[in-house]
């Protein structure tokens, strides 16, 4: 998955400052673009789209200095970006939705029929993106756009996101650099501050997590408060980095401080509003038991997915694809000689055979890691029989931070900078190992790095062409489905051939993104516990209950989102079946790639329609 800093930014990319997030979303391949039809964009309206693509960037740094700094753009005339923390009161956020509405008024104004080709396909897809932020601007609590409900949770809020922000985003180069830190150390407690507030006014309506999401996020900050100021990972991030660059100063000793005068007291007043709504919180786990949950949860769907599936059909689409799955499984299975039990059962079997284990130990996480890098070395050499276009920047295996591994999920991505600088970076979750049978491993690399994640954003994000807008935008059923896809693709390119528990490995992977679509309209449509949500992922799937706990979980906070997955997934196969049948012989998968890639992340309609133009130009030759 995407890192979830970079999913929040993109809920309100005019508005970030509210969030204090980035998503980056894909631009153009290099040297490639998707094939326009006969006729040209007219060039006078092509100007006044890309004068507003431009200007509406500019406006969103403007408003943004997270966004600037996630982006690498923090020097020069916007250094002074690299000092700030946007705090997310009301104001900010109403501020925001006013930009984004705005944004939306000035596109409308620019002829859409003059445009064709890349422009149309451009435009459609600025539309699509807000106005599917703008309609949920309609219920009174969420994230600002992006379908999260919590503003503070085990996965959510600035306890958790704005130190590893800091950390992986803050770049310390220079003196300047580090009392920059140290600016936004001492803003993270206005953010802290200004975040409890927009909390407490959200309880006010009834919007209070679960008793279990409470109980987890208490747990952790409360542990974070045990932390002394001066071993806290914000100290340790600012001193190694600065004495890595030679750099000498006070700077550790300052953010100690700041911690204990700032942010604890500010942390403590949260978990502190958390703690005394605990004994009344309730265990219902859906969304559907909140003021407009039921238009909450459709507003959800529609802005993950980017179509009109109904919950009802994408419970189905789960449940088919789980008995498809499940049956593949089955028959490999039986061929390694395991033959006894349900199919989740034989799975998890597989998943404590101590031959697939790594020691939870320090030694067994770093050979877990070197097992990772080498995995993706083997891939590397097999790309470019699938792609005509590869990334320039590289991608690194890192470990999650301990301090939030806790609540994070198992894996996830982070894009590149866009100047270059800063590599993508494939976070793997190692709080306990047992988590990670060898054989589960291989799918979940090319899902993040390549061919998935990264090749993909990475790529687009080198296109020279491509406004910059369009890396504000994120659409994620395109982007995740393309992670699932790349996993498909993976096996496809024989990555199995010889690794029989690594393709039963691949199949689970496949067969837990078709539960989630069970599970997350199950909890949210179906007014499923989140007990039973947990036993469906168990016995669906043989994961250990501590797994599916946390997945689960987060499905809670995050209406909608484990859609994004095999509904993506789904539909990049069938444009690529759809594109085989009409080319016969004329089709080249390299083409069909660089082709899908080649546009940006899109609304899943936009897609279709970007290949359907790319079948048509291979046809007229």
């Not at 106005?131 to 009174?140: E, L, M, S």
Request: hydrophobic share 40%.
């Amino acid at each position: 998955m995407i890192d979830r800093r970079r999913l929040l930014m993109t809920a309100a990319a005019a508005g970030a400052a509210a969030t204090g997030a980035c998503a980056a979303m894909p631009r153009g391949a290099q040297g490639a673009a998707p094939v326009a039809g006969p006729a040209a964009s007219d060039p006078a309206t092509k100007a006044l789209l890309d004068a507003y693509m431009d200007r509406v960037f500019e406006r969103t740094l403007d408003e943004s200095p997270e966004t600037v700094t996630a982006f690498g753009l923090d020097t020069g005339a916007r250094a002074a970006a690299k000092s700030q923390l946007v705090a997310p009161t009301r104001e900010e956020e109403e501020k925001g939705r006013a930009l984004i509405r705005g944004f939306r008024a000035e596109l409308a104004a620019i002829d859409r029929s003059k445009l064709s080709g890349v422009d149309a396909i451009r435009y459609d897809s600025i539309a699509a993106n807000y106005d599917a932020v703008i309609a949920t601007f309609d219920i009174p609590y969420g994230q600002g756009g992006w379908p999260q409900i919590y503003r503070v949770s085990q996965q959510s809020g600035a306890w958790q996101t704005t130190p590893d922000f800091l950390n992986t985003q803050h770049t310390i180069e220079t003196a300047a650099d580090a009392e920059a830190y140290v600016a936004r150390i001492d803003a993270f407690a206005d953010v802290l501050n200004a975040e409890t507030d927009r909390m407490l006014e959200d309880y006010a309506l009834g919007v209070v997590p679960p008793d279990f999401i409470l109980s987890n996020v208490i747990g952790s900050q409360r542990g974070m408060l045990r932390t002394a100021p001066a071993d806290s990972s914000m100290v340790a991030s600012v001193v190694n980095r600065a004495q890595a660059k030679g750099l000498s100063g006070d700077w550790g000793a300052r953010v100690a401080r700041l911690i204990e005068t700032r942010i604890y007291p500010a942390l403590t007043r949260q978990v502190e509003a958390m703690e005394a709504r605990l004994p009344t919180a309730g265990h219902a786990a859906g969304v559907s038991r909140l003021p407009q949950g039921e238009a909450y949860y459709a507003n959800s769907l529609h802005y993950i997915t980017t179509t009109r599936l109904s919950a009802d059909e994408i419970h189905r689409i789960g449940r088919q694809q789980v008995a498809e799955l499940t049956a593949q499984a089955d028959g490999l299975l039986k061929a390694q000689g395991l033959t006894q039990g349900t199919v989740a059962q034989r799975i998890s079997a597989l998943g404590d055979d101590a031959r697939y284990l790594y020691a939870n130990t320090d030694e067994g996480r770093t050979q877990l890691l070197a097992d990772l890098n080498r995995q993706m070395q083997d891939m590397q050499a097999r790309l470019p029989q699938y792609f005509g276009h590869l990334p320039r920047s590289p991608v690194e295996i890192r470990r999650v931070p301990v301090e939030i591994e806790a609540g994070a999920a198992l894996g996830y991505y982070n894009s590149p900078s866009l100047d270059g600088t800063r590599p993508g970076i494939y976070y793997i979750n190692l709080r306990d190992t047992s988590e990670w049978p060898r054989w589960t491993l291989p799918t979940l690399t090319y899902h993040e790095a390549a061919p998935g994640h990264h090749l993909q954003i990475a790529l687009q994000q080198e296109s020279a062409a491509a406004p910059k807008l369009m890396n504000l935008l994120f659409f994620s059923s395109y982007v995740e489905g393309w992670g699932l896809y790349a996993e498909q693709l993976a096996d496809e390119m024989g990555v199995y051939a010889d690794d029989a528990a690594g393709r039963i490995g691949y199949l689970q992977s496949m067969m837990f993104r078709a539960a989630r679509l069970v599970v997350d309209t199950g909890l949210h449509s179906k007014g499923w516990s989140r007990e039973q949500a947990i036993r469906y992922m168990v016995e669906t799937l043989g994961d250990q209950e501590s797994a599916s706990t946390s997945e689960v979980d987060r499905y809670c906070g995050w209406p909608g989102q484990a859609c994004a997955y095999m509904v993506g997934k789904l539909e990049w196969v069938r444009l690529r079946e759809k594109a085989r049948a009409a080319l016969g012989d004329r089709f080249d998968i390299k083409g069909f790639h660089d082709a899908g890639l080649a546009g940006g992340g899109v609304p899943l309609t936009v897609l279709e329609r970007v290949i359907d133009d790319w079948t048509a130009g291979v046809r007229r030759g």
